[in-house]
T-cell receptor, first 113, second 111 residues
Framework: DTAVSQTPKYLVTQMGNDKSIKCEQN?????MYWYKQDSKKFLKIMFS???????INETVPNRFSPKSPDKAHLNLHINSLELGDSAVYFC????????????FGPGTRLTVT | ELKVEQNPLFLSMQEGKNYTIYCNYS?????LYWYRQDPGKSLESLFV?????AVKQEGRLMASLDTKARLSTLHITAAVHDLSATYFC???????????FGKGMKLTVNP
């Protein structure tokens, strides 16, 4: 009965590889987000989708490509991984009209070696 | 551009003591959130403050919002070790789901 789930929880890969992280929410929310939390714990939004439509696209390298097959899922694909991509990536969801309160997934710790 | 600042960023306090932490934001915001993060864990929503003068309390934590001063406070009463965590505030602007987070305050409560 997990509200926002992510897979995998841990991801260790080498530079130059391509990887994907998946997110699913069962809260019936319309909006989903990807955040990056760096080693200093600073949390920054990357993307947001509302009903499968991209609405927030921060200054993120175009190696990062989000995809939302439906409003309950938001995946993040990363091409040509670099050392600086190592971080914890959090997915979140919210519902308009519900104070926009965001509910976070457990996070995916990505380590690029 | 909305910016959010928290202070202090690190706080070590003894059990039983009280303390207030601050969250300032740079431009008009109609939504202020407090989250807690334990090491290696996700963010847990603590408070949602949506109007000037809003005050919410949960256990030993009380949050308030002053939109005119662009300030939110999180007051800790009689701290206990279980409150040790990193606390984030985040502000949002009307018409957008985007939240801007502060850098987080790492709280350590010593027995």
């Amino acid at each position: 009965d997990t509200a926002v789930s992510q897979t995998p929880k841990y991801l260790v890969t080498q530079m130059g590889n391509d990887k994907s992280i998946k997110c699913e929410q069962n809260l019936g929310h319309d909006t989903m987000y990807w955040y990056k939390q760096d080693s200093k714990k600073f949390l920054k939004i990357m993307f947001s989708y509302n009903n499968k439509e991209l609405i927030i696209n921060e200054t993120v390298p175009n190696r990062f490509s989000p995809k939302s097959p439906d409003k309950a899922h938001l995946n993040l694909h990363i091409n040509s991984l670099e050392l600086g991509d190592s971080a914890v990536y959090f997915c979140a969801s919210s519902q308009e009209g519900d104070s926009y309160e965001q509910y976070f997934g457990p996070g995916t710790r990505l380590t690029v070696t | 551009e909305l910016k959010v600042e928290q202070n202090p960023l690190f706080l070590s306090m003894q059990e039983g003591k009280n303390y207030t932490i601050y969250c300032n934001y740079s431009t008009t915001s109609d939504r202020l959130y407090w989250y807690r993060q334990d090491p290696g864990k996700s963010l847990e929503s603590l408070f949602v403050l949506l109007s000037n003068g809003a005050v919410k309390q949960e256990g030993r934590l009380m949050a308030s919002l002053d939109t005119k001063a662009r300030l939110s406070t999180l007051h800790i009463t009689a701290a206990v070790h279980d409150l040790s965590a990193t606390y984030f505030c985040a502000a949002g602007q009307g018409g957008s789901e985007k939240l801007v987070f502060g850098k987080g305050m790492k709280l350590t409560v010593n027995p």
